[in-house]
């Protein structure tokens, strides 16, 4: 069984580093400003000779509270009317992207994410959709996967109705924890019964997907009352769900600066927490996916990674990662065949280009063959836990023995360790290892040598 996961202290312990979440390779640390609006034209222009499937990726930063842990790229206001001119610089950047695609490209993915998309209000959110539909291929028979994030404290049913009339077939609710100490410690104070009504909504108007995000190792957390979350999540049946390693990096993040450090949990509290979350979801039916993920069996990540077509973007595990991924809105990434590129992150940087009639691309990267290469190898890891050589050697002719020679002790290191199974034909990453692929797929990363291991979270 692919799910099957065997926890290991020891190995943790000593393979626990802190390393890429492997959304991309290489990784946006990588990302520089030789890369701008020029090579997103020529990239967009490759996709549309090829007529490539997309994925649309919308950012909008608004949300009216802010949460300690976060580190995002937000903006916090009480002040509704700040959407507006936002709203009007994205609608130029949707025209002045679409006139360089085929309007026959179809959107075969769709997500908005933020910062809280449901800060904007329901004219807005019609008013966005109509332009999306006006300038690209939307799918309008319910087969596209159209995603949005949900904060339950800024969605009410009128609001669910709404999202799905204008096509949203999938949502991710943000829950983060249910204990009330950990909610007034990052203050995001949110009721089951909030998250509830948004679920119950979801059913009823029959949205195809519930994911629901937690994070383990905030404060006042411990191993029983975040057991108890977990149980209560469980029995809300999400589709998915995520659990993220809370990481605590407050000279990088400000809001982080407001957590208490004398409140977060000891590292074997955590690791506690991380136990007792897959056992609780094993037994509650759900598939490990990998990286923070979980599954129902019949959920199309599950499914996919059974028939090896399980993919990585920007947007974490997905089903459509043969889509060119097209960014819009402040910070937001693009990945256009061989291109990243991101838009600038600070929003009046992004709407000064805009309202001159320039996109905001600010900084990005060129795939070469070597990164092309390690590319699909951390893929194969991070979505299969397997990697065929014959595969990858017919793929980029090469002799993968000889190419990556020089990584062969660490592997055979991993292999001894029980992390993985190492031959001359395939790595298997084993069910001691599977928590810790990050680790095995740190060995091809070849810049990772020269990077500020400080910028990443732990594997665990």
């Not at 993968?400 to 290191?413: A, K, S, V």
Request: aromatic share 8%; hydrophobic share 40%; with cysteine.
């Amino acid at each position: 069984m692919l799910d099957a996961i065997r926890w290991d202290t020891d190995l943790i312990r000593r393979y626990d580093l802190a390393g890429p979440r492997y959304t991309s390779y290489p990784t946006a640390v990588q990302f520089d400003s030789q890369v701008g609006t020029f090579d997103l034209f020529h990239a967009l222009r490759d996709s549309r000779k090829a007529l490539r499937p997309l994925s649309l990726y919308v950012h909008v930063p608004f949300c009216a509270n802010i949460c300690y842990y976060c580190a995002c790229n937000k903006v916090i206001t009480k002040d509704r009317g700040r959407a507006l001119p936002y709203l009007q610089r994205l609608e130029q950047e949707i025209q002045l992207i679409a006139c360089h695609l085929d309007p026959t490209q179809k959107v075969e993915q769709l997500h908005f994410g933020g910062g809280t998309p449901t800060f904007l209000s329901h004219d807005e959110l019609r008013q966005l959709m109509a332009q999306l539909r006006k300038h690209f291929n939307l799918l309008d028979d319910d087969s596209g996967d159209y995603g949005i994030e949900i904060d339950p404290r800024e969605a009410d049913w009128s609001t669910m109705g709404l999202l799905r009339e204008l096509g949203f077939n999938r949502v991710s609710i943000g829950v983060q924890d249910l204990d009330p100490a950990v909610q007034r410690a990052v203050n995001r104070l949110q009721s089951l019964e909030e998250t509830r009504a948004v679920i119950d909504a979801a059913r009823t108007l029959q949205f195809r997907s519930i994911n629901i995000d937690l994070i383990y190792g905030l404060p006042k957390q411990t191993p029983e009352n975040f057991a108890r979350t977990v149980d209560e999540v469980i029995s809300l049946q999400p589709d998915r769900l995520s659990v993220f390693n809370y990481a605590h990096l407050p000279e990088r993040f400000m809001p982080q600066r407001r957590i208490n450090g004398s409140d977060l949990p000891a590292p074997a509290q955590k690791l506690e927490m991380l136990q007792r979350t897959i056992e609780q979801l094993t037994t509650g039916g759900y598939r490990y996916i990998g990286m923070d993920h979980f599954a129902l069996p019949d959920d199309e990540l599950a499914i996919a990674q059974e028939e090896s077509t399980l993919q990585r973007n920007f947007q974490g595990y997905t089903t459509h990662g043969h889509c060119d991924l097209v960014g819009l809105g402040v910070s937001a990434i693009s990945q256009i065949g061989d291109l990243y590129c991101q838009n600038s992150s600070d929003l009046n940087q992004y709407q000064n280009a805009l309202a001159s009639a320039q996109l905001a691309t600010s900084r990005g990267l060129v795939c070469n063959a070597d990164d092309r290469l390690r590319r699909a190898v951390i893929q194969q890891l991070i979505c299969h836990f397997n990697l065929e050589f014959a595969t990858i050697e017919q793929a980029f002719n090469i002799d993968f023995r000889g190419y990556f020679g020089e990584l062969w002790p660490q592997l055979q290191d991993m292999a001894k360790d029980g992390l993985i199974e190492l031959d001359n034909q395939r790595i298997t990453v084993l069910p001691a290892g599977r928590l810790l692929v990050r680790s095995v797929c740190m060995v091809f990363d070849a810049y990772l040598e020269h990077s500020n291991r400080q910028r990443f979270s732990r594997v665990i």
